[in-house]
């Protein structure tokens, strides 16, 4: 009894699907803008995971990298960029993104929520 009403409410959970695209309760994802905009496309990223140690409070910034400012975020420093804008192989922001060591691993796991 109990697997024949999982069944029916999994069958009711998925005819509501699209109903909700059409009513626009859901939506497909933004498509991909064919010019990537650092403050409409990369900024907001940045504010919600960087900007706490390195962005414009300049008693909490960390290291003085700043990634608020696109020129600062796009600067060399000790011979390599945070961001190098089509080659992500080379933006030491990725690179402490998928690092595998928790030290240099960015943004750090334990940090304090805002």
Known sequence: MRQGFLTGLALWAISLVPCCFA??????????????????DIRPILANNCFKCHGPDEKKR???LRLDLQDQALAERDGQAAIVPGKPDQSARIMRILAD???ERMPPRNRENS
Do not use: H, K, M, V
């Not at 009513?23 to 409409?40: S, Y």
């Open 101 to 103: 060591s928790e030290e």
């Open 23 to 40: 009513t626009g309760l859901l939506r497909a994802a933004d498509p991909i803008p064919a010019q990537i905009e650092f403050n409409r």
């Open 62 to 64: 960390q290291s003085d």
